[in-house]
């Protein structure tokens, strides 16, 4: 049985200074205090925040990560974060082409693909966003566009690096809209991303590593719908939004993470026992 590491990442977005993310992080550091089990649990303050944030989680198992970086490490690029300057600060996750710098701020296939590979050299993290329109969907387009963003984000990516990158699927129609890709349609693209990625490592007989890939839906999540996603196979966490800005809420889907931990520990622990 392939075991996949199951990861909870709250994406606080533009909110939080640094007090209130220093709030937010203590209590939900304190809501796991103790706890067996966990998944991956990654805060991904603003920039301004994540020192803050690295202060209220130590000692725990809580990593925090960034909404963003360039790919180079310096220069003449006012108003950009490096990755050796997220290093610096302790970052250990870094999310890649998220849908609303995509749509908002020109992130394109291309500039994704050069954070990656920056990502990657700097041994950081990364989750590389993807995901389709209300335009794209309705035409029918939901898996040609998902495929080609991965392709894209790919391209050039040694077979390795398979080992380290994540992999979010955040249907642009369902981010703070309240609307929610259902967990079959949901599992059914997360399906379509794995079975693409195989295809592309395919040559050199790599296919087998996209089984290894974490893949995370992210969009209005929320306490109501998580436990129907994680019990999805190819749902392997969620990228949350607005239900991460709240310990009350974004706790409980820690908690939901936290029985798919004990679900797939205790399925492989039987399989080995009849060895």
């Known amino acids: 049985m392939t075991k996949r590491k199951t990861i909870i990442a709250g994406n ?3 909110f939080k200074t640094r007090k209130e993310a220093t709030e937010l ?4 550091a304190a809501g796991i205090k103790g706890e067996k089990d966990l998944p991956e649990v990654v805060l991904i303050p603003p920039f301004t925040s994540i020192e803050a944030a690295i202060e209220s989680v130590r000692g725990s198992s809580i990593a925090v ?11 003449a690029f006012t108003g950009e974060v490096s990755p050796l300057m997220l290093l610096d600060l ?10 609303e710098r995509r749509q908002f701020f020109g992130e394109t296939n291309q500039t994704v693909n ?3 590979k920056a990502a990657l050299a700097h041994k ?29 984000a790919l391209a ?23 609307k929610v890709c259902e967990a079959d349609e949901a599992d059914r693209v997360l399906g379509q991303i794995r079975a693409t990625i195989a295809d ?11 089984e290894q890939v974490p893949l995370l839906y992210g969009g209005s999540v929320k306490p109501a719908n998580i436990e129907e996603q994680m019990a999805k196979p190819e749902i392997d966490g969620a990228l949350v939004g607005g239900a991460s800005l709240k310990a009350e809420e974004f706790l409980p889907l820690v908690k939901a993470a936290q029985k798919r931990v004990q679900g797939t520990a205790k399925t492989t622990k039987d399989s080995l026992s009849k060895v």
Not at 25 to 28: G, H, L, N, P, R
Not at 65 to 75: E, F, I, L, T, V
Not at 200 to 210: D, Q, T, V, W
């Open 12 to 14: 606080w977005k533009m």
């Open 25 to 28: 992080a203590s209590a939900v």
């Open 65 to 75: 990560g960034a909404q963003n970086m360039d790919w180079r490490d310096d220069g």
């Open 90 to 99: 302790g970052v250990k996750y870094v999310l890649i082409g998220h849908s």
């Open 114 to 116: 050069q954070r990656l």
């Open 124 to 152: 950081l993290i990364p989750i590389v966003c993807v995901g389709e329109t209300l335009d794209e969907r309705e035409s029918g387009l939901t898996d040609s566009v998902v495929r080609r963003q991965v392709a894209a």
């Open 156 to 178: 050039e990516i040694e077979p390795a690096a398979l080992d380290i990158i994540i992999v979010a699927y955040e249907p642009v129609w369902a981010i703070g809209t309240g």
């Open 200 to 210: 592309l490592y395919k040559e050199g007989g790599h296919s087998a590593r996209a």
